[in-house]
Antibody, heavy 115, light 113 residues
Framework: EVQLVESGGDLVQPGGSLRLSCVVS????????MSWVRQAPEKGLEWVATINTDGSDKKYVDSVKGRFTVSRDNAKNSLYLQMNSLRVDDTAMYFC????????WGQGTLVTVSS | DVVMTQSPLSLPVTLGQPASISCRSS???????????LHWFQQRPGQSPRRLIY???NRDSGVPDRFSGSGSGTDFTLKISRVEAEDVGVYYC??????????FGQGTRLEIK
């Protein structure tokens, strides 16, 4: 059974940092590009970042460039999102998903940025 | 960036009746390799998104055959032949032909009338 389990979401003050994790099982993680997608409360889906299979290629939406860093550890079947200089408008549910195809999704982890 | 525009944004449907959602892109989604990377997702209340259709018209495993996708170029459609109660939720189109960024439509909320 395919599983993607996110963790690391929390309440954080503006300007703070968080590191999200996504642990996967049930498929060959090292052969999949992976993505982070977020959804602000009562809003639509927004792509955040994508990383290729060996971590050498990373793409970001403009609004997070320079603040967020996507990474992966294929030995641990894990995807990460380091989020720095967090802003109130980064408040969202963050989902990990399989690359461009998005055929598998996690259940999400909630990040709330508020003072 | 490619802008994806869905309509309608709200779709009240009677059980057993058909439903249709339109998704239009600001530029052609035909990739240089000939493929069109337009996918459809369903997000039921309180759940993660689930892919229904990939590359315009390919139904995912386990997706009922009442769901179908069609279209080409800049105009795409998701159709439900007979709406059931479990179809309530928000539907999104997503393009990956011209990325980054990957872009989604605004979402169409389907409800039972």
């Amino acid at each position: 059974e395919v599983q993607l389990v996110e963790s690391g979401g929390d309440l954080v003050q503006p300007g703070g940092s968080l590191r999200l994790s996504c642990v996967v099982s049930g498929f060959s993680f090292s052969t999949y590009w992976m993505s982070w997608v977020r959804q602000a409360p009562e809003k639509g889906l927004e792509w955040v970042a994508t990383i290729n299979t060996d971590g050498s290629d990373k793409k970001y939406v403009d609004s997070v460039k320079g603040r967020f860093t996507v990474s992966r550890d294929n030995a641990k079947n894990s995807l990460y999102l380091q989020m720095n200089s967090l802003r109130v408008d980064d408040t969202a549910m963050y989902f990990c998903a399989t690359g461009h195809w998005a055929d598998y999704w996690g259940q999400g982890t909630l990040v709330t940025v508020s003072s | 960036d490619v802008v994806m525009t869905q309509s309608p944004l709200s779709l009240p449907v009677t059980l057993g009746q058909p439903a249709s959602i339109s998704c239009r892109s600001s530029q052609s989604l035909v990739h240089s390799n000939g493929n069109t990377y337009l996918h459809w997702f369903q997000q039921r209340p309180g759940q993660s998104p689930r892919r229904l259709i990939y590359k315009v018209s390919n139904r995912d495993s386990g997706v009922p055959d009442r769901f179908s996708g069609s279209g080409s170029g800049t105009d795409f459609t998701l159709k439900i032949s007979r709406v059931e109660a479990e179809d309530v939720g928000v539907y999104y189109c997503m393009q990956v032909t011209h990325w980054p960024p990957i872009t989604f439509g605004q979402g169409t909320r389907l409800e039972i009338k």
